[in-house]
């Protein structure tokens, strides 16, 4: 395969700290030689395991930016052992554009992967972690929040994986990060997912989903810093031991759990986040606002659980995720 056209400015095995880019050349309309330039930390001291931080997989989830922003303006090479690699914005044109998908080519990131060299500027992007960053690391942490259009209990979450040894590692590094809900998730659309490429590398992954509705909160944020202390402190790279947690334990049994409007119109939340629903309860009403006097359409759990996501905005469009069922474990 193509060698990837992005150019580090940062020296991956150089020890201390570098702040420096992954430079993409970018030709087009604003700038004819221009070149995409994706923030990056290098924190290195000795050969100790190396950790991958990376937000704005999306760009218009905000917790994991925050955090990493602020890890990388405070963390300091003589604390580190082995390396840590942060990517805040990882999907740059995005974040900068305040949307999920990148502007540059329309294209999800994180339906992207495996990428490739020759591809779009989203696909250069998705390789060059494919190729170059993943297989640096040994412990893989990716935040998400819900974005403009869903809103989440905070949770930190790992997959069922065919390796049951990874797939406990995994558990252990997600509890380890001491989000308020930890998530064995399913994912309903997961070709082409940062996620799977990492796993499938024998990596040690960890996501998040912390929030949402397009920003953060001090609440949000909190858990967002703790957990990546705690994330570095549970891979031996930060000494120090990981600050106890009981999280709740939730499960995504299956795709009951999810639930799509079968329509478009005005939202009524009948329960909220974190609350308790038995099988049958509404979860919400969604009204049609072409005329009164018409009966809304009902969204009713079809499993036991917490109410775990929720469609975040007040207008709802078809086909939109209105709300997600967690199973308490
Ligand atoms: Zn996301």
């Known amino acids: 395969m193509k060698p990837s056209p992005i150019v580090p400015t940062v020296d991956f095995d150089r020890n201390g700290i ?21 923030p990056i930390t290098v924190v290195r001291n000795g050969g100790g395991p ?5 937000g704005a997989n999306h760009g218009d989830e905000y917790e994991g930016p925050i955090a990493l922003v602020d890890l990388a303006s405070r963390l300091s090479p003589d604390r580190v052992n082995g390396r840590v690699i942060i990517v805040p ?3 740059t044109p995005a974040f900068a554009a305040g949307r999920r998908l990148s502007p540059a080519d329309h294209l999800n990131l994180n339906r992207t992967f495996p990428g490739r060299p020759d591809g779009t500027v989203t696909e250069k992007v998705a390789d060059f972690f494919q190729r170059t960053l993943l297989p640096m690391a040994d412990i893989v942490l990716d935040f998400h929040s819900g974005g403009r259009t869903l809103d989440f209990v905070p949770f930190a979450a790992c997959h069922i994986l065919a390796d049951k040894d990874q797939e406990a590692r995994c558990i252990d590094a997600r509890n380890a990060f001491g989000a308020p809900y930890s998530m064995m998730m399913l994912e309903i659309d997961s ?8 796993e499938s590398q024998g990596k040690v992954f960890v996501t998040t989903e912390i929030g949402g509705g397009g920003t953060a909160t001090a609440r949000t944020v909190a858990i967002a810093k703790r957990g990546v202390s705690n994330v570095l402190k549970h891979a031996g790279i930060l000494d120090g031991p990981v600050e106890p947690s009981q999280p709740i334990e939730l499960d995504m049994p299956s795709s009951e759990g999810f639930s799509f ?14 609350e308790h629903v038995r099988k049958g309860d509404l979860l919400a009403r969604v009204y049609p606002v072409e ?10 759990a079809r499993i036991d659980g917490i109410l775990a996501a929720r469609h975040f905005s007040g207008l709802i469009g078809m086909g939109d995720c209105i709300a997600v069922v967690a199973a308490l474990v």
């Open 291 to 300: 005329g009164l006097g018409r009966a809304p359409a009902e969204y009713r």
């Open 261 to 274: 409007s079968q329509s478009e119109g005005l939202v009524e939340p009948t329960i909220d986040l974190g």
């Open 50 to 54: 190396t950790a991958l931080l990376t």
């Open 18 to 38: 570098q702040h420096g880019y992954l430079r993409l050349p970018w030709s087009r309309d604003e700038s004819a030689w221009g070149n995409l330039m994706i």
């Open 89 to 91: 914005f990882m999907n």
């Open 191 to 198: 070709v082409g997912m940062y996620d799977t490429a990492a």
